[in-house]
């Protein structure tokens, strides 16, 4: 078999393009409060495997995470909010999240919600993110791919689902211990852990990152 032959067998072709919901939450945009976008701090894009998408992180993490100095960001990837629908699998959703990323104004940190922590795994092993956070992670690989640049990496999971095979394995796969936050997978957003889950998260990140 000639090498040509091999590349066009083995090569991934780029999935097809679509035109992506992103909202976005800058320091500046809270009135309410008063908050300075630091330069120092990574921006943060954040997304989820529910299909809301984007508008998931609307109601308590966008405004948290800019309230802390950040650039704030979610993605709807293909088919979920505003996004249209297209093929391509897992494999395209993590493109859309790469994507989103580049168009962030500084190196990001990637967030990934249940199966949208998949598409941040596989994300980070093509974009050089600050740094890694996966909350609840759903329909993970099974070899996740090495983060680009080595970054330092966050397993957030419910204490209902802590000794989960899923959260087992992936923390074995980064050779990190979880942090554990109140409820499970479906109170990320609006349950009593939710705030106590973003503080500990914003702690984590520190103000370099």
């Not at 320091?27 to 701090?41: C, K, Q």
């Amino acid at each position: 078999m000639s090498l040509q032959v091999w590349v066009r067998r083995t090569r991934t072709p780029e999935p097809a393009s679509v035109k992506r919901e992103i909202a976005v939450i800058e320091p500046s945009d809270l009135l309410e409060i008063e908050a300075r976008d630091d330069p120092d701090a990574s921006p943060v894009l954040c997304c989820t495997g529910e299909s809301a998408g984007a508008a998931a992180f609307g109601g308590l993490w966008l405004k948290r995470i800019a309230g802390a100095g950040r650039y704030a960001a979610a993605v709807s990837v293909r088919g979920q909010g505003s996004t249209p629908a297209a093929p391509g699998g897992l494999e395209a959703c993590a493109h859309d999240v790469v994507q989103a990323a580049i168009g962030l104004p500084r190196q990001a940190v990637l967030v990934g919600h249940g199966s949208g922590a998949a598409w941040a795994a596989l994300a980070a092993g093509r974009y050089p993110a600050a740094a890694l956070v996966l909350v609840s992670p759903q329909k993970m690989p099974k070899q996740p791919p090495r983060p680009v640049g080595e970054p330092k990496v966050l397993l957030a999971v419910g204490e209902a689902e802590a000794q989960s095979k899923e959260a087992q394995a992936t923390a074995e796969a980064y050779g990190v211990a979880p942090l554990t936050f109140a409820g499970n997978s479906g109170d990320v957003f609006t349950g009593a852990g939710a705030e106590g889950l973003l503080d500990a998260v914003l702690s984590w990140l520190g103000s370099k990152d």
